[in-house]
DNA sequence: ACAAATACCTGTAAGC
DNA sequence: TGCTTACAGGTATTTG
């Protein structure tokens, strides 16, 4: 579930803490978490007593920077959890790495699922990146109408595939792929290459505006309750989601009802009626049938 | 070049 | 009540 804008406000809270404070110790219990590391207490020597100086994100990865150039990838999967707790408060279960910090505080890493990984990078790659996740796109966080068409570019690709490879962008996940969509008015199986200028300025502006207003909201926990920040609370933009769950409910746009479709093992939530398989060209006056 | 299926994993809920 | 099954969907990998 956490995808970019529950990650960024991970971030910003980890920043606002974490910024120039010690690692004292690291407990990490987790084998399938540091899956990575040979052995956990890999992990453990490369990381206790380093000082951490930057929290940074890409996608959905977190990067916590230890000073000059080493680096902590984080990433929390379907089900992981990054909190914050005084030392000695009840730990529960799936806790996998404790960081114990300079100042009393501890970072924990929980993950019933074990989806989410958590290792020290070998080094910088492309884009000063951790060359483990140098293969990320860009973050669809603040990407302007340019970088989204480099990323429709002329594939074939279907949109909503497109939307969730983070090769081509990085951070959009199923829940925020469909508001996009939704918000956009295009169908999920457009290819991305076939965008009439407008269409892709509508992309553009969805992009911009879903993530940005989730962000805002800190991020959607959606019935599970799953998705908590890192003092425990819950975000509030699954106030606002316009198609994701919401299946047979009235669309906000149109009123006609959301539809459900499975595809590849995952739900895809969209509004058939305003978000049209094919353009409803405008009426012109050399009429004639189909444009091709 | 792209699509679809599968593996990885556990908590929860629905169905019988 | 207890059991089985489906679902949630991140990423990497394989197969078509």
């Known amino acids: 579930?956490?995808?970019?804008?529950?990650?960024?406000?991970?971030?910003?809270?980890?920043?606002?803490?974490?910024?120039?404070?010690?690692?004292?110790?690291?407990?990490?219990?987790?084998?399938?978490?540091?899956?990575?590391?040979?052995?956990?207490?890999?992990?453990?020597?490369?990381?206790?007593?380093?000082?951490?100086?930057?929290?940074?994100r890409r996608g959905k990865y977190l990067i916590l920077r230890l000073d000059p150039v080493d680096a902590v990838v984080v990433h929390l999967g379907m089900s992981g959890q990054l909190r914050l707790a005084e030392p000695g408060s009840p730990t529960v279960s799936h806790t996998h790495v404790v960081w114990a910090l300079e100042g009393g505080l501890e970072l924990r890493f929980i993950d019933p699922r074990t989806f989410g990984e958590v290792f020290a990078s070998l080094g910088p790659g492309r884009d000063r990146l951790p060359v483990e996740i140098d293969h990320l796109g860009p973050d669809a966080l603040g990407a302007d109408r340019a970088t989204l068409a480099g990323v429709v570019g002329r594939r074939r690709t279907r949109l909503k595939p497109l939307l969730l490879d983070q090769r081509a962008i990085a951070g959009i996940g199923n829940i925020y792929a469909?508001?996009?969509?939704?918000?956009?008015?295009?169908?999920?199986?457009?290819?991305?290459?076939?965008?009439?200028?407008?269409?892709?300025?509508?992309?553009?502006?969805?992009?911009?505006?879903?993530?940005?207003?989730?962000?805002?909201?800190?991020?959607?926990?959606?019935?599970?309750?799953q998705y908590r920040d890192v003092w425990g609370g819950l975000g509030g933009y699954q106030a606002f989601h316009r198609?994701?769950?919401?299946?047979?409910?009235?669309?906000?746009?149109?009123?006609?009802?959301?539809?459900?479709?499975?595809?590849?093992?995952?739900?895809?939530?969209?509004?058939?009626?305003?978000?049209?398989?094919?353009?409803?060209?405008?009426?012109?006056?050399?009429?004639?049938?189909?444009?091709?």
Do not use: M
Request: with cysteine.
């Open 243 to 292: 198609a994701y769950g919401r299946e047979a409910q009235p669309c906000a746009r149109c009123g006609r009802p959301i539809r459900r479709r499975a595809d590849a093992g995952r739900s895809t939530y969209f509004c058939a009626s305003c978000q049209p398989r094919r353009t409803s060209r405008p009426r012109s006056a050399s009429g004639g049938g189909g444009a091709h």
């Open 178 to 225: 469909d508001e996009i969509l939704w918000s956009a008015r295009l169908h999920p199986d457009r290819p991305a290459g076939g965008l009439s200028p407008r269409e892709l300025t509508r992309l553009a502006d969805a992009c911009a505006e879903v993530l940005a207003a989730a962000v805002a909201a800190r991020g959607s926990s959606l019935p599970d309750l």
């Open 1 to 56: 579930v956490p995808e970019l804008p529950e990650v960024e406000t991970v971030r910003v809270d980890l920043a606002a803490t974490l910024t120039g404070r010690r690692i004292d110790s690291v407990a990490a219990t987790g084998e399938r978490t540091l899956r990575r590391h040979r052995r956990p207490a890999e992990f453990v020597e490369r990381v206790a007593g380093r000082r951490l100086v930057e929290v940074d």
